[in-house]
């Protein structure tokens, strides 16, 4: 059984910055792509950032030189480092982990991010 469990999550003001992580466990496939996703209230869910098990990485647009994708394969953990975040940043970040190969997708519970202005 695979679980993603995001933390780091919570109240900053706008300019500041926060690091969420995202722990898998379980038996995951070598080849995959990790990736963070956002939903805020009365939209839908939209890509952040992804990084693939080769490092190769991609972003969103709106958050292109404030927020740095990495991970560790050896822990299986995915990171997110948002910098200069904005109120516009608020919403709940989800986990996301893909293994196309094997046709799998797991998502984790979700970890609230408010920006106050």
């Known amino acids: 059984q695979v679980q993603l469990v995001e933390s780091g999550g919570g109240l900053v003001q706008a300019g500041g910055s926060l690091r969420l992580s995202c722990a898998i466990s379980?038996?995951?496939?070598?080849?995959?792509?990790m990736g963070w996703y956002r939903q805020a209230p009365g939209k839908q869910r939209e890509l952040v950032a992804r990084?693939?098990?080769?490092?190769?990485?991609n972003y969103a647009d709106s958050v292109k030189g404030r927020f740095t994708i990495s991970r560790d394969n050896a822990k299986n953990t995915v990171y997110l480092q948002m910098n200069s975040l904005k109120p516009e940043d608020t919403a709940v970040y989800y986990c996301?982990?893909?293994?196309?190969?094997?046709?799998?997708?797991?998502w984790g519970q979700g970890t609230q991010v408010t920006v106050s202005s």
């Open positions: 379980g038996s995951v496939f070598s080849i995959n792509v």
């Open positions: 990084i693939g098990s080769s490092g190769w990485t």
């Open positions: 996301n982990l893909e293994v196309s190969m094997a046709g799998q997708n797991y």
